[in-house]
């Protein structure tokens, strides 16, 4: 089935979203597909380091990931000789301006030269000169402008895992600050935005305008033509300098003129804040290009609002896994700080005991700040990851049995940022916090045990969360490579939440694996 999409899509060459278990061999399926056509393509993936690995498996010359100006992992230097400015300008919140203030235009057509002192020998510029038919990049150049580093044209574009982290953008501002700049047009605003008016403040359209003109022909004192010591001393005084709040002006504007009315809203972190979500346009991208989305946890909503017209197929694939699963507890990440019980000495304890019942090759995963506190306690041989850091890690494909711990459970702010992102135009109900329902837990045999979750009271909102949460502890159990296991792996799962498409084979209790349960915790 799945390399009847792959081929149904190459074939029609319209835009499609896969759906499917990690470990399925979607990546590896539609690369060869596109080389077998004479395909050229870009790919866009979580990161460089995942890119490469991709490049491993291809045929030599058939592949390469680009990296970042300033990436230096791996004992790799940064490839451009202005890493310094570039990184200052990032944390300065100035990135949009790296291309025309450290490299600047082209000056011949015909070597690709530019302003920047260093552009003929650039090792950051050379990656887009390749000719190899795959481009693998990461989410991040999704938003950027395609036409400033490669004129290459492509025959199609695949996203793999959850792209939508790189679109979205979250803002915000202290009511405060806003309030006391000597401007009026900020006042103003800020208080039609608290009483949900701001919509109604077009006739200050032109006045913001004006101001953001204004804005934009102030200039910074950097220009291409210096070296990299000159760029880096100019640079660095940026990320301290304090500036006025422009952008959220800009945000206003963009709002007032897009009928966003739900782009704004106060902080139910912290009422003394304004924060604004959005989302940037993919760019990189060139209109009309088949475009192919990878991932188990897309959302349907999501996804659709770029491609209206998409195909969406969902791949169902059996896990040879036998999973016991608890039924009394969430583990939530309070329960696991509080450590009432020695709760974690009891849960490393239970990891020692599976070594010596299934071997030494084996895996934890626990909420970050758990294994922050607690991850050296565990049994040297057991490889450890974290909620938050599970897609593209393949460190524990190879492990024969997992315990995972708990799982998130994101902020219902973040949520509903999410929303407010993809949805600007569309209200969103007040809710003062998730709400606790009943489900069940249904083995393969046929029996049930109830468990409580949080959900969110707007159904288009639960399907983000079920997107950040259970598919986050479904990430981790694919992590294991489960669909092609030669041999069938032991997961022991403790938390009762309810993952979509996977059924345990038995369930049990915290007490019934020597851990003692709260008859309160969810």
């Not at 209109?287 to 999501?302: H, K, M, R």
């Not at 599970?390 to 973040?414: A, F, K, T, V, Y």
Request: net charge positive.
């Amino acid at each position: 089935l799945l390399k009847l999409a792959i081929n149904d899509w190459l074939d029609w060459l319209d835009n499609l979203a896969i759906k499917g278990a990690a470990g399925l061999g979607k990546s590896t399926l539609v690369n060869q597909a596109i080389l077998e056509r004479g395909l050229k393509a870009d790919y866009f993936g979580s990161s460089y380091k995942l890119g490469a690995e991709q490049v491993a498996r291809l045929p030599i010359g058939a592949a390469i990931s680009i990296r970042g100006r300033t990436h230096s992992a791996d004992n790799m230097t940064p490839l451009c000789a202005k890493h310094e400015a570039a990184g200052a300008l990032q944390k300065a919140g100035l990135a949009h301006l790296t291309m025309p203030l450290l490299c600047g235009k082209v000056t011949n057509q015909a070597t690709g030269k530019r302003a920047c002192p260093y552009s003929s020998n650039c090792g950051y510029l050379k990656q887009f000169q390749s000719t190899a038919p795959i481009r693998f990049y990461a989410h991040e150049y999704l938003t950027l402008d395609r036409t400033q580093l490669t004129n290459r044209d492509i025959d199609v574009a695949v996203i793999d895992e959850s792209f939508r982290d790189s679109l979205e953008k979250n803002s915000f501002w202290s009511i405060a600050d806003l309030m006391n700049q000597p401007e009026s047009i900020y006042r103003e605003l800020v208080t039609a935005i608290i009483e949900n008016r701001l919509l109604s403040m077009n006739h200050l359209l032109d006045k913001l305008t004006e101001i953001l003109e204004d804005e934009s022909n102030s200039k910074i004192p950097i220009h291409p033509e210096m070296d990299s010591s000159q760029s880096a001393a100019k640079a660095k005084p940026l990320v301290d300098m304090k500036r006025k709040p422009t952008n959220f002006l800009r945000n206003c504007k963009q709002a007032i003129e897009t009928n966003a009315i739900s782009r704004f809203y106060i902080s139910k972190r912290d009422p003394s804040k304004i924060c604004a979500s959005y989302r940037k346009p993919i760019k990189f991208i060139p209109q009309g290009t088949p475009t192919a989305y990878l991932d188990a946890s897309l959302v349907d909503s999501i996804v659709k609002t770029l491609n209206p017209d998409i195909r969406i197929v969902n791949i169902e694939a059996t896990r040879k896994a036998h999973i016991t699963q608890i039924t009394d507890s969430a583990m939530s990440h309070h329960r696991l700080m509080e450590d009432n019980d020695y709760l974690s000495s009891r849960l490393i304890e239970l990891a020692y005991r599976k070594v010596k019942e299934h071997g030494v090759n084996g895996a934890v995963i626990a909420p970050k700040a758990w294994i922050e506190q607690h991850g050296h306690r565990l049994p040297e041989s057991v490889k450890v990851a974290h909620f938050g850091a599970l897609r593209g890690l393949n460190s524990l494909e190879q492990c024969d049995w997992l315990i995972q711990i708990g799982r998130i459970q994101p902020h219902i702010h973040d949520v509903e940022a999410v929303f407010r992102s993809w949805n600007p135009d569309k209200e969103l109900p007040t809710v003062g916090n998730y709400l606790s329902q009943q489900k069940t837990l249904t083995t393969k045999q046929g029996h049930g045990a109830v468990a409580r979750t949080w959900v969110h009271a707007d159904s288009r909102c639960n399907e983000i969360l079920t997107s950040m949460r259970e598919q986050e502890s479904l990430q981790g159990i694919d992590r294991l490579r489960l669909i092609h296991s030669k041999t069938v792996k032991n997961i022991y799962l403790l938390s009762n939440l309810p993952l979509p498409g996977l059924e345990p084979d038995e369930v049990t209790t915290v007490s019934y694996t020597h851990l003692r349960a709260h008859e309160t915790d969810s």
